[in-house]
């Protein structure tokens, strides 16, 4: 479905004057640091899907995937599904890249965020359930279409230590608030490419 104001091109908040360094896929792989990467996904025309992962060393990795299709059945991606998280096995950064030829996608923004270990146990804690108990205190599973308002609704209520956002419905608009927040790098992934950016 495409909604007035929404076509663009992707990618369309890179500043024009910036220019990306080539990297290697491998160095997407996870660090020995705690990290907070929000993954904006575009078509050929219009912004179409976002997703959070939160990496830590010490306190594991969640990777929320909002009414997204990795590990359905429909895709011939193995993984088990909880509310949303994809929980075993937790996909890599370069696992998740290479499901994406599955569906529709031109380019995908990744905004990368260093955090500290105290920081993303309070988030992990949030969203998966403490031992003994079934449900998380927060709701992660969503309807389809919300997957930007979710995590940018999720971000701006518990991880205003660490970047600020609004609550948006697009993901293109999620990813122009996330140009300013600071991140540590910017990585833009397509079928050809991937390119670094520091932020400037």
Not at 160 to 181: C, M, Q, W
Request: aromatic share 12%.
């Amino acid at each position: 479905m495409v909604f007035p104001g929404c076509m663009h091109k992707p990618a369309p908040n890179l500043p024009s004057h910036w220019r990306g360094t080539p990297i290697q896929i491998d160095s997407l792989e996870d660090a020995p640091s705690d990290k907070l990467y929000v993954f904006i996904m575009y078509d050929k025309k219009v912004c179409a899907h976002t997703v959070l992962r939160i990496n830590s060393p010490e306190h594991g990795t969640v990777f929320w995937d909002p009414a997204g299709g990795y590990g359905k059945p429909e895709y011939p991606v193995i993984a088990k599904r909880k509310n949303d998280l994809v929980v075993d096995p937790i996909p890599s950064i370069p696992d998740y890249l290479s499901f994406r030829q599955y569906l529709p996608t031109s380019k995908v923004e990744i905004f990368e965020f260093d955090i500290k270990p105290d920081q993303s146990k309070r988030l992990i804690d949030l969203v998966t359930p403490k031992l003994g108990k079934k449900r998380a205190p927060y709701k992660t599973e969503t309807a389809a279409m919300y997957c930007a308002s979710a995590i940018s609704k999720f971000l701006s209520e518990n991880a205003t230590d660490i970047l600020n956002v609004r609550k948006n419905f697009f993901p293109h608009g999620l990813s122009a608030e996330l140009y300013r927040a600071n991140p540590a790098r910017i990585v833009l992934w397509d079928f050809d490419s991937i390119l670094q950016y520091e932020v400037q």
